[in-house]
Structures are given as C-alpha cells and as structure tokens.
C-alpha cells in the first residue's frame, strides 16, 4: 500500500487548509486511515482516524469541532479538513493506513504511512 499526502502549506491563525490522502495498492488490506502529525521537537501525535467501511470518525480532543475527516472510496481518498487553524496545529501531518478494523490512536499500529505535508499556521 502506498499513501501519498498533498495539500499543506502556510496559513494565517483562523484559516483552513485540506489535506488529502490517496492510497494505492493493496489497499483492500486496510481498514482504518489514520492522520497524525508531528511538530518541530514533539513526539508524532494522533489526530484522527476514519474506518473506509463503515465511515465512523475518531478525533484528538484538540482538534474537535475544527478538523473534518471524510473520505472518497471511490478514489481511495480521505481528506482532513482543518477550519480555524492555530499556531499550535504547525506541524508536518502524516497519513498512515491500518490492517486493523479499529480505530487506534497508536502510531505503531499502522502499517503504511505517506511522506508527511507541512502545515505552517502563522499567527
């Protein structure tokens, strides 16, 4: 399975900015996709996670009520939308895809992973 991430770049505090995730591959082996992130200096942290059959959503308690996870099947896509960004979200974002059909906040339970996109929030 191969995960490419796109769609980060530099916002001021309050924008948005949607990432994307396309998987390619055997991605019938996988159940969940998940979206962490990393900061300058922190340990990689679990945003979100979204199960492709059923669609059920988790998310970090931070980021509740800004950030949107969907996802296109069709495309084998799963998008992150981030409204009213903040300083504190910079960090460069990873996709990663999950054999497991549950969704987990462990980064060692993600099998593939995607290259990372850098989100700069200015204030």
């Known amino acids: 399975v191969q995960l490419q991430a796109s769609g980060g770049g530099l916002v001021q505090a309050g924008g948005s900015l949607r990432l994307s995730c396309a998987a390619s591959?055997?991605?019938?082996?996988?159940?969940?996709m998940g979206w962490f992130r990393q900061a300058p200096g922190k340990e990689r942290e679990f945003v979100g996670g979204?199960?492709?059959?059923?669609?059920?959503?988790r998310y970090q308690d931070s980021v509740k009520g800004r950030f949107t996870i969907s996802r296109d099947n069709a495309k084998n896509t799963v998008y992150l939308q981030m409204d009213i960004l903040k300083p504190e979200d910079t960090a460069v974002y990873y996709c990663?895809?999950?054999?497991?059909?549950?969704?987990?906040?462990?980064?060692?339970?993600?099998?593939?992973w995607g290259q990372g996109t850098l989100v700069t929030v200015s204030s």
């Open positions: 990663a895809a999950s054999r497991l059909d549950v969704i987990t906040s462990q980064a060692g339970n993600y099998n593939y």
């Open positions: 591959g055997r991605t019938f082996s996988t159940f969940v």
């Open positions: 979204i199960r492709w059959s059923v669609g059920s959503i």
